[in-house]
Nanobody, 123 residues
Framework: QVQLVESGGGLVQAGGSLRLSCIAS????????MGWFREAPGKDREFVAA????????YYSNSVKGRFTISRDNAKNTVYLQMNSLKPEDTAVYYC????????????????WGQGTQVTVSS
């Protein structure tokens, strides 16, 4: 089993920045990909960003590309999501996610979830 614990959400004005963190524990040697999804009220949970645990290749949704940056610190078993130029439409609960496989686009492909952290962007 793998446990994921997020932190760093909050309230910010449009144009501002936040950094989310996700600490992984447990059988992390089995993980291949970690990243973030988000879920806004009334919408499906959607892919935001992902990073390969080995090699560090990164992937982004079109809606956040150029504004968000995902990174990892293997020594700390932590993945970060730096969010800049935030917009009101970025408001959502952000979930840390991890999988033992390569696929990381839809929620059904995820093996492990964090509890979620709220990000609210005011206009």
């Amino acid at each position: 089993q793998v446990q994921l614990v997020e932190s760093g959400g909050g309230l910010v004005q449009a144009g501002g920045s936040l950094r989310l963190s996700c600490i992984a524990s447990g059988r992390i040697s089995n993980l291949w990909t970690m990243g973030w999804f988000r879920e806004a009220p009334g919408k499906d949970r959607e892919f935001v960003a992902a990073i390969r645990w080995s090699g560090g290749a990164t992937y982004y949704s079109n809606s956040v590309k150029g504004r968000f940056t995902i990174s990892r610190d293997n020594a700390k078993n932590t993945v970060y999501l730096q969010m800049n130029s935030l917009k009101p439409e970025d408001t959502a609960v952000y979930y840390c996610a991890a999988t033992q496989g390569v696929a990381f686009i839809v929620a059904s492909q995820i093996d492990y979830w964090g509890q979620g952290t709220q990000v609210t962007v005011s206009s």
